[in-house]
């Protein structure tokens, strides 16, 4: 149940123990916890939640991989200045720039897939849209190693499974593997690269720090977006007349994306550890245990959203979802996200109007993440 929280049913206790993690539902509590960071600290964020054989171990440190705390899993004194220079990066008005030319890539791959659904192809909107534009947006705002996006792609892939699925030993070496070769060519642009790298080697941070850094944003900056994009068009093509509407202006593009964060949000946990013993809702929780905030469970709190299950743009409260985090350590990349969303919402809403759904998208298990594999489209008979 913990590795496919997307799925569960309604009947989730306020907080619970499974497996050893203390699972927290309603939005209030995970509210508090994330803005908490001195009791529920950051620190275990990108703990692998699968134990690793010393094997994988070994793989990895043969490829001096280590992951130092940086941004997410930083709850230490070097936190804000990295934090500071990713979001400078990112600044808003450097995202608002980029929606004109994001609109056109955007409108040129939909061109695409329309010529091939008239033709009676099959498409795949998250191989042949979703895929790799949020990497194609991310270079434009932070210098990134040239690698191919088909191995940035891997690499993000492997490594979300290595530290967040419950994978085999045997799965964690090869996954060890991959994630080692990445992060040796992560090193060299470290090193020497341009851009937010040099920043933070400028800022006196280590070489360590700078790869960790890098490797938290590659992982972070793009495979969540690719993710949400294929979820939300997903949730557009099965809701009854929503896509024919978003196309004719009768919904905000906005109310679209924010609900779809709300309901189908690609980060449906995050984690925090408890600093010393404590109390959760009455519950006794001793220190150093694995707090699994169920983010997504939380967007659909009753007691927050009149509609809590129901996809319903503009509804009040929908922007009260917890889907970014909160506090000290919320997502840097929210408002990106939100632009791509909409640039992708507006663009594919008449194509999706005149589709229909041949398969949709399959996650596998994982703590965390929503990894969709492909979405398959045809035009509607
Ligand atoms: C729909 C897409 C996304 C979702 C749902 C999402 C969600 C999250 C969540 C839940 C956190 C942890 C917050 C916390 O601990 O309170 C986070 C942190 C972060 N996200 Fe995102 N994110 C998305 C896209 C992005 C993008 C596009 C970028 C950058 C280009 C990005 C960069 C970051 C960074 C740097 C952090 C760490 C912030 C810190 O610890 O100070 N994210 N995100």
Redesign the pocket.
Known sequence: MLFRTWEAGADAADVAFVDGHLLVSRHALVKRI?ADPALFR?DN?LDAVSPMPVAALRILAGHGFRLPPT??N?HGAS?PAI?AA?ASA?HPARVAALQPWLTTVVAGRVAGLRSALASGSTVDVYADLAADL?LLV?SR??DLPPLGADVVKEFTRAALALFWAPVSGERQLELAETVGRFHDALRTFAASGPGLVASLRAAGHPTEVVIGALF??LV???E??S??LTLLMHRIAVTSGLAAAIAAGEVKVDDVVEEG?RLD???VT?RRVTAHDTVVADVPVPAGTSVVLW?ARAGRDPDVFGAPTDFVPGQPASRRH?????????????Q??RL??SAVVSGTAPLLAEAEVVRAPWCPDNLSFRIPDTFLLRAAS
Not at 324 to 334: L, M, S, Y
Request: charged share 5%; hydrophobic share 55%; with cysteine.
């Open positions: 994330l950051p964020a941004l997410a930083n936190h934090r990713v990112l949020p991310l705002l932070v938290f944003l972070a900056g793009q969540t977006t993710q949400f964060l949000t690609p980060i995050w983010l917890l889907s970014f985090g909160a506090g000290a350590h919320r997502c840097v990349g929210a990106l996200s791509e969303a």
